[in-house]
Structures are given as C-alpha cells and as structure tokens.
C-alpha cells in the first residue's frame, strides 16, 4: 500500500470547518484512500473512504485532487467531541481483507 | 446491533503468566483482525482471520503470541509468558467480507504487564 503524509498535529476552533489535509504521491489507480479517527483510547472509527471522487457522508467531506497524489478530509463544523487523532490510509482493491497500515497521523484539537 | 465486544477492558498479569483476549466480531461478520497499540506510539497490524483460517500473520511477533478464531465463539489472541514490553492496548476489529469494506473496530483490551 502507498505511504501517506501528514502533518503531525493541528489545532481548529470549534464551529469551525476543520481540513486536514494528506499526501499520497506514489498511490496507484487501483487505490483508495480511507480515513480513519482514534478518540483518545478508544477504537478507531472509520470516517470515509474514495477512489476519485469527492465524497461526503453525515461524518465529513473527502476531496481528493485530480491527480490523486493528495487528499483533503474536511470536518464541515468541528465540536470538542471532534479532537482526536486522524488517520489517512491507502488501500489496494486487491488487498486482503481489511488489513489497514496506520501512519502517525494528525493529532486535531479542537478549541473553544 | 452490538458492535464488535472486547474482554476483558482491562487485563493485568505477571511477567510469566499468560493472556487471552477475546473478541466478538460484529453479527454477520467472519473477518476478524488484531492490531497492537503500545504506549505513544500508533497501530500496528497483527493478524487477519477468517472463521477457523488464518489469513495474514505477518505482524505478528514470532514467538509467544498465536490467534485462532473457531467456528463457534470469539476470536482469541493469546500470549504466553508475558513480559513488561507486550503491556498494550490491543484491538480487534471485524467486516463483513474481505476487500474494500469498513472495518469495526472494539474498545480495547489493555494488557499491563506487572
């Protein structure tokens, strides 16, 4: 699977749309990029996933770039309940099951 | 619909000793996978099972450490002779099918090794 980048921590005001944003240079056509959040000691919880396409659910919005080389994951309006740390994954359709390889991620804070 | 159950939460043992972990995929779903958590640092695969078939070990430690996932009952990862460096939290998370589904994820079982 395609290594992915992201900044280490974030801060975003609560109210507030919060962007994350994520490289995927070397990813492939038959990728897709899946975003995953860990609240703090907790599971991690799936948010999102594309291939190409925007897409957007009841959680957030995912934008990925034409190219596909880099990805957006926006939070439309954060809430404190929102801080977490995120994670940006790139699977293959051809992988086995569900196996996902966690990066460092972004720490979110979201502020009052 | 129950999510995908870990227990226990909470699990201490001597160095020596031995730990099960249990984990109740979500109903329907007969792919389970174990990731390991330690301290500060982030999540890391150790294995992927399907009822009764190990499917992918290649994050799992190779000695002392097993998983199995009968054709009734949880899956259970299981350490034997435990040392301080395996306190972690671990986490099982569960799908439907294999391939590019979502995956549950548990609460957690946090292992400390005294």
Not at chain 1, 72 to 86: E, G, N, Q, S
Not at chain 2, 7 to 23: F, I, W
Not at chain 2, 74 to 81: E, V
């Amino acid at each position: 699977d395609a290594k992915t980048t992201q900044p280490p921590s974030m801060d975003c005001a609560e109210g507030r749309a919060a962007n994350l944003p994520c490289n995927h240079s070397t990813i492939s056509g038959n990728e897709y990029v899946y975003w995953y959040r860990q609240i703090h000691s907790q599971g991690p919880q799936y948010i999102i996933h594309g291939l190409k396409n925007n897409e957007t659910n009841e959680m957030a919005s995912l934008i990925i770039t034409e190219d596909r080389k880099s990805s957006t994951l926006i939070l439309p309006h954060a809430t404190l309940r929102d801080t977490a740390v995120y994670y940006c994954i790139v699977r293959s359709v051809e992988a086995a099951g569900n196996k996902l390889t966690f990066g460092g991620g972004t720490r979110v804070l979201v502020k009052p | 619909n129950a999510g995908v159950m870990q227990n226990p939460r909470h699990l201490v043992r001597r160095r020596g000793q031995e730990a099960r972990l249990r984990c109740s995929p979500m109903k329907g779903h007969s792919h389970v996978y174990w990731y390991r958590q330690l301290p500060e640092e982030g999540l890391k695969f150790m294995v992927y099972l399907q009822k009764e078939n190990i499917i992918d070990e290649s994050g799992m430690p190779k000695e002392r450490f097993s998983a199995e996932f009968p054709k009734e009952g949880p899956s259970i990862l299981r350490i034997q002779q435990v040392v301080r460096g395996d306190s972690a939290a671990y986490f099982c998370a569960s799908s439907p099918a294999a391939g590019l589904t979502e995956a549950f994820f548990g609460q957690g079982t946090r292992l400390t090794v005294v």
